[in-house]
């Protein structure tokens, strides 16, 4: 069984930024492409941005372009989303996940296998 954990959330205030971070255990893989999604109240599940195993390729949703980058420290287990000029609009739970078939950086949640349970951001305006 894998379990993602993200952390890093909580309240900020519009323009302000935060880094989430995703880390694993359990994994029976070698590598794997993560991606993160989120899901704001009364909305459907949405994806932000995702990353390839190896880091060279990465996608992002329009809503975050120049405003999120996407990252990973393959040595430490664990995937970062940075989060700049943060919009009351970025208020939702934020979820990262893992796709351990590792082909490119999809968005399609579907693609994913394993999801946290989530992390809170909260942009005050």
């Known amino acids: 069984q894998v379990f993602l954990v993200e952390s890093g959330g909580g309240l900020v205030q519009a323009g302000g930024s935060l880094r989430l971070s995703c880390a694993a255990s359990?994994?029976?893989?070698?590598?794997?492409?993560t991606g993160w999604f989120r899901q704001a109240p009364g909305k459907a599940r949405e994806f932000v941005a995702a990353?390839?195993?190896?880091?060279?390729?990465?996608n992002y949703a329009d809503s975050v372009k120049g405003r999120a980058t996407i990252s990973r420290d393959n040595a430490k287990n664990t995937v970062y989303l940075q989060m700049n000029s943060l919009k009351s609009e970025d208020t939702a739970v934020y979820y990262c996940?893992?796709?351990?078939?590792?082909?490119?950086?999809?968005?399609?949640?579907?693609?994913?296998?394993?999801w946290g349970q989530g992390t809170q951001v909260t942009v005050s305006s």
């Open positions: 990353i390839s195993w190896s880091g060279r390729s990465r």
């Open positions: 996940a893992e796709d351990y078939k590792a082909v490119g950086s999809s968005a399609r949640a579907e693609e994913y296998d394993y």
């Open positions: 359990g994994r029976t893989y070698n590598s794997y492409a």
